[in-house]
């Protein structure tokens, strides 16, 4: 039986080159460079936000208080008249991405660890690489990848952003089966 300890220096490599990958595909290739796009007068929308002091965390607006406005025709009228948003509000930091590189990393990590596991509970000690590649790549593609498609399916987001990410989930899948194949415990 592979225990957990068996599986760290596979994740961890794994992480290594998840974080590599992913460095090269937002930071060196246009790949992801039109995800999201700029706000018209973006200036007098950020001046016309501040005054509100909004809290970072999620929104949406119109927001019906419950579910009998929504049926309402002062809040049909809302919607019609939009704009309908969603937004995100992020702390104001200063400095890069230090913390979300780092919080990455142990993402990555995390998901290589679980896939690893699940792995080792389906093929056992010394399995053949490919096998032990095939499980670890579906595995960690759903963890990489699926849960994006309910951001286009609920919230809107672009499918082309959808697909891109699934595609970023694929090689991130691939890479991570590579490392736990490589490194599985013979």
């Excluded at 579910?67 to 400095?95: A, C, I």
């Excluded at 990555?108 to 399995?127: D, N």
């Excluded at 849960?147 to 990410?165: F, L, N, V």
Aim: proline share 6%; aromatic share 12%; with cysteine.
């Amino acid at each position: 039986m592979i225990t957990v300890t068996q599986l760290v220096l596979p994740a961890l490599l794994a992480a290594v080159l998840v974080f590599v990958v992913s460095s090269i595909v937002h930071m060196v290739t246009p790949w992801h460079a039109g995800d999201f796009q700029k706000l018209p007068n973006e200036d007098a929308v950020l001046a016309a936000l501040r005054p509100f002091n909004l809290i970072p965390g999620e929104y949406v607006a119109p927001r019906p208080a419950g579910m009998k406005e929504v049926g309402t025709p002062e809040f049909q009228e809302k919607r019609l008249r939009g704009p309908n948003v969603m937004m995100n509000v992020l702390p104001n930091v200063q400095g890069g991405m230090g913390r979300q590189l780092g919080l990455w990393f142990v993402y990555s990590f995390v998901i290589a660890l679980f896939a690893g596991y699940i792995t080792s509970r389906a093929v056992g000690v010394g399995a053949d690489r490919s096998v032990v590649f095939k499980f670890a790549a579906a595995i960690t593609f759903a963890a990489y990848a699926i849960g994006h498609w309910q951001e286009s399916i609920w919230y809107s987001r672009s499918w082309i952003t959808t697909i891109k990410s699934t595609v970023d989930g694929v090689l991130y899948g691939c890479v991570t089966a590579a490392a736990l194949a490589w490194l599985w415990p013979r």
